[in-house]
């Protein structure tokens, strides 16, 4: 947030009375409304706002804020209005972002079906792994799997994303299948890079939480797909996200170790900058990308 979205939300803050409601109209939560006002206190070096359990009692140095910054928020305000019109149209180019194994499973066949449920949109999408930075990218919006600690930006999770560990029938023909996962430091795990938890640190659960095994094998790639053809290869076991080797599992191409015991999950996310409102083409797609992502809900 810029400077001046802290000053809208300052006036937001004193004109409802509740940190609360601020963060409710906003999408955002009440840690996060409570930070960026500290925030404007610590960078103004003055206390702006008494708080106790029940009441929020301006200083005086926030009643002289207040009567200049509300004028902030007003012209933010006529100005948004003014280009309302163009928020609430289906046209226009929508740049976005999302991870590859979701945009080649599910993604680019939904969203160029979005395109041409509304002509006059058109989408620029790219496929990649690593967080890209929303503002200075000048994206619209991004599909993220994982973690979302920026406050920043407005995060509206769609769907959770289950991981499998899998291997080829022909693998277990020649290695033996392994029967808990303590055994797998005996067989060859290939690894996929791409993780925040460390390609060799796989997740179980237990009686008493989770809990990870480090694995090792003969091969690491950041690449999901390739990893897949490797494990249909009999080449090793795997360690991936569900949809990508569902079918595989329904084929009897791959066999689903232990379907019990996994317990890496990530949520999947659409995240866009944080605005007053989102443009209703934003919406509707992120409604439509949901949708898609539910109706095959089995697969992850």
Request: a negative charge; one cysteine or more; glycine letters at 8%.
């Amino acid at each position: 947030m810029t400077k001046a979205d802290d000053l809208i939300l300052f006036v937001q803050v004193v004109e409802h009375g509740s940190f609360s409601k601020v963060a409710e109209i906003n999408s955002l939560t009440n840690s996060v409304v409570s930070k960026h006002i500290a925030r404007l206190e610590e960078d103004l070096g003055v206390q702006l706002l008494y708080r106790t359990t029940r009441k929020l009692t301006l200083s005086e140095a926030g009643k002289v804020l207040y009567q200049g910054a509300k004028n902030v928020k007003q012209a933010a305000v006529e100005a948004i209005d003014a280009v309302y019109g163009y928020a609430e149209s289906m046209v226009g180019n929508i740049k976005m972002s999302v991870p590859t194994i979701s945009g080649d499973l599910l993604l680019a066949n939904t969203v160029a079906e979005f395109c041409n449920m509304h002509p006059g949109l058109t989408v620029d999408m790219s496929m990649r792994n690593s967080f890209v930075d929303l503002v200075e990218g000048g994206y619209d919006l991004v599909i993220r799997t994982g973690d979302m600690d920026d406050s920043n930006l407005i995060a509206r999770h769609l769907i959770d994303s289950h991981w499998v560990i899998c291997t080829a029938p022909a693998y277990i023909e020649r290695f033996g299948r392994p029967m808990t996962p303590e055994s797998l430091v005996n067989h060859n795990c290939l690894q996929y890079a791409y993780q925040t938890t460390g390609a060799s640190e796989w997740e179980f659960r237990g009686k008493h939480g989770n809990y990870i095994i480090k694995v090792a094998g003969n091969f690491t790639t950041n690449n999901a797909g390739s990893l897949r053809k490797i494990a249909l290869g009999g080449n090793g076991i795997a360690y991936v996200p569900r949809c990508l080797v569902y079918q595989d599992i329904l084929k009897g191409d791959l066999i689903d170790i232990f379907p019990e015991q996994v317990g890496k999950k990530l949520g999947i996310y659409a995240v866009y900058p944080f605005t007053r409102q989102a443009p209703l083409k934003i919406r509707l797609l992120i409604d439509h990308i949901r949708e898609s992502y539910l109706a095959i809900g089995e697969s992850f």
